[in-house]
Nanobody, 124 residues
Framework: VQLQASGGGWVQAGGSLRLSCGTS????????MAWFRQAPGKEREYVAA????????DYADSVKGRFTISRDNAKNTVDLQMNSLKPEDTAVYYC??????????????????WGQGTQVTVSS
């Protein structure tokens, strides 16, 4: 599976951005699609995940209530709607995909397929 992330940019604190992750084709229902982020000097951090069958959705505590992950089966995309953005959300955001057990959804080293990353900058 090849992934292409888009939608990053610059926004003031409190603003919104929508990221999109396009895939190269249909995704099997057992795949987990996830978003991670990495700020300068920090480790890659889990943001959110959805099983392609939509049987499970999960968020990191730091984004819960502000971010929404969704997937469009017809378009083969996974989006991340980010609202009430904070300066600490500034990072390069990556989408990832892999057939995993749900318990591994936040483990970045478990994912096989990665998009190229898209920069999100939130100014105070």
């Amino acid at each position: 599976v090849q992934l292409q992330a888009s939608g990053g940019g610059w926004v003031q604190a409190g603003g919104s951005l929508r990221l999109s992750c396009g895939t190269s084709g249909p995704i099997a229902s057992n795949y987990i699609m996830a978003w991670f982020r990495q700020a300068p000097g920090k480790e890659r951090e889990y943001v959110a995940a959805v099983r392609w069958s939509r049987s499970h959705i999960d968020y990191a505590d730091s984004v819960k209530g502000r971010f929404t992950i969704s997937r469009d089966n017809a378009k083969n995309t996974v989006d991340l709607q980010m609202n009430s953005l904070k300066p600490e959300d500034t990072a390069v955001y990556y989408c990832a995909a892999s057939p995993l057990i749900w318990g591994a959804r936040s483990q970045f080293d478990a994912f096989r397929c990665w998009g190229q990353g898209t920069q999100v900058t939130v100014s105070s």
